[in-house]
């Protein structure tokens, strides 16, 4: 598959990597042409793999991934092209963290909308689909990392684009059974809400190889 990445910082390329070493061909977009993280990325990452601008990387891919920051996401697909993404899926993996001079950490938007919505409601002939914005990025593409079951979440208003998003994080290496369907992208609001506390955990913890385990009773 042909995949662009928008966003060129950790979650981006480590995204890329991975879908490279899988075989698929990915584009990693920036804000402007010859951009020297993209570049030094797609020399180290072999033929597969090729820097861009944002919207060659979503004019490049079948599937598209939003690995900007929350914050910026809606300016990035903006200079990505609405016609670029229009008719494909795009899994948005951002949180919309803002951090003040002294370290506290608040959203925007928070509780009443979200990225994911945001997203959605700027790109209506796009089928985007939140998922992966609740752990860290090396555990996105490799969840052995955390031992045990322990679960993804996915949402979205279109089943297909989902079952894109899904097929994709299995060979990512999630379990099918452990990946959590919880409707439509409005659900995006509850899983950009959990960054806060992830953040506490990872404090108290002292690294990020965790993930959250949900019991049920039947």
Request: charged content about 20%; glycine content about 12%; some cysteine.
């Amino acid at each position: 598959m042909r995949i662009g990445i928008i966003g060129t910082g950790t979650v981006g390329q480590t995204l890329g990597g991975k879908l490279v070493a899988l075989g698929h061909e990915v584009t990693l977009g920036s804000r402007s042409k010859g951009n020297a993280a993209a570049e030094d990325w797609a020399a180290r990452s072999g033929p597969l793999a090729r820097p861009g601008t944002f919207a060659e990387a979503a004019a490049f891919g079948e599937l598209v991934v939003n690995a900007t920051g929350g914050t910026v996401a809606l300016a990035a697909v903006e200079l990505a092209g609405a016609e670029n993404l229009a008719g494909k899926t795009l899994l948005d993996v951002s949180n919309p963290l803002v951090f003040s001079p002294t370290g506290e950490v608040t959203l925007d938007p928070v509780n009443d909308d979200s990225v994911g919505e945001r997203l959605q409601r700027a790109l209506p002939a796009t089928r985007v689909v939140k998922a992966l914005n609740t752990v860290n990025c090396e555990v996105m593409v490799d969840p052995g990392r955390v031992p045990g079951e322990h679960q993804l979440f996915v949402a979205g208003d279109d089943a297909g684009g989902k079952a894109e998003v899904v097929a994709l994080l299995t060979e990512f290496g999630w379990p099918a059974a452990d990946i959590l369907d919880l409707g439509g992208i409005d659900a995006a609001r509850g899983l950009e809400m959990l960054m806060p506390f992830w953040l506490r955990l990872m404090r108290h913890y002292g690294h990020a190889d965790f993930n959250y385990a949900i019991r049920t009773a039947r």
